[in-house]
Nanobody
Framework: QVQLVESGGGLVQPGGSLGLSCIAS????????MAWYRQAPGKQRELVARITRGGITTYADSVKGRFTISRDNFKDTVNLRMDSLKLEDTAVYHC???????????????WGQGTQVTVSS
């Protein structure tokens, strides 16, 4: 089994900063793409940022220039640095990873339980 466990999150004022971390653990041979998604109340889950194993990053237009995704392939972790936070960044943030559980298997999607980020004055 594969587990993704997020940490970080919390309450921050507009314009503030926050960091999220996610670690993959369990039985697998390789973690491919890792990403952060978010879901605000009444809205669909949306991609925030994605990073390939080689370090290529993709960001949602709404967070470009404010958020930074990074990863450590040796520790199987992915981080999200969030600066200049806005009210509309309030959401539950979920870690996502494409994980190969054996060398003869294709990568499958795995999700963390989510961590709440609230931006409020």
């Amino acid at each position: 089994q594969v587990q993704l466990v997020e940490s970080g999150g919390g309450l921050v004022q507009p314009g503030g900063s926050l960091g999220l971390s996610c670690i993959a653990s369990g039985s697998f041979v390789r973690v491919n793409d890792m990403a952060w998604y978010r879901q605000a109340p009444g809205k669909q889950r949306e991609l925030v940022a994605r990073i390939t194993r080689g370090g290529i990053t993709t960001y949602a237009d709404s967070v470009k220039g404010r958020f930074t995704i990074s990863r450590d392939n040796f520790k199987d972790t992915v981080n999200l640095r969030m600066d200049s936070l806005k009210l509309e960044d309030t959401a539950v943030y979920h870690c996502n990873a494409q994980v190969r559980q054996s060398w003869d298997a294709v990568a499958t999607d795995h999700w963390g339980q989510g961590t709440q980020v609230t931006v409020s004055s």
